[in-house]
């Protein structure tokens, strides 16, 4: 199944979760992104063992590190996929974008420029 097709039978499926979580306001949904960034990278610094306080938290809503870091970068995906839709930008082409931009920094390394 492509992303774009998962995106939409996501979206229809929760559409009401996904409107709270993903905003049709092109600005607020970078802000979105951030605040989700951000969550990730506690549930990361949690599941990395760094701080005991992100751990007992986790702990005290019933998640472990491991959950949290899987459910924050779930939000990741949903929030990046709207705006590359608020965008008009295929989600397929997302890849592409990354891997041309991984093959020329590769070659770069190669070259000894990098
Ligand atoms: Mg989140």
Redesign the pocket.
């Known amino acids: 199944m492509s992303l774009r097709k998962a995106f939409k039978k996501f979206y229809n499926e929760y559409t009401e979760w996904f409107r709270e979580k993903s905003p049709t306001d092109l600005a607020i949904s970078g802000l979105k992104l951030a ?2 960034a951000g ?1 990730v990278a506690e549930a990361v610094i949690a599941f990395a063992g760094a701080s005991k306080n992100k751990i007992r938290k986790l702990l005290r809503k019933g998640q472990t590190p491991r959950d949290a870091v899987k ?2 970068l779930g ?2 995906i949903v929030v990046c996929l709207n705006i590359a839709t608020l965008c008009n930008i295929e989600h397929d082409d997302l890849f592409e974008s990354a891997a041309i931009k991984a093959k020329r920094r590769t070659e770069e390394i190669r070259q000894g420029v990098r």
């Open positions: 605040e989700e969550e459910e924050e939000d990741v």
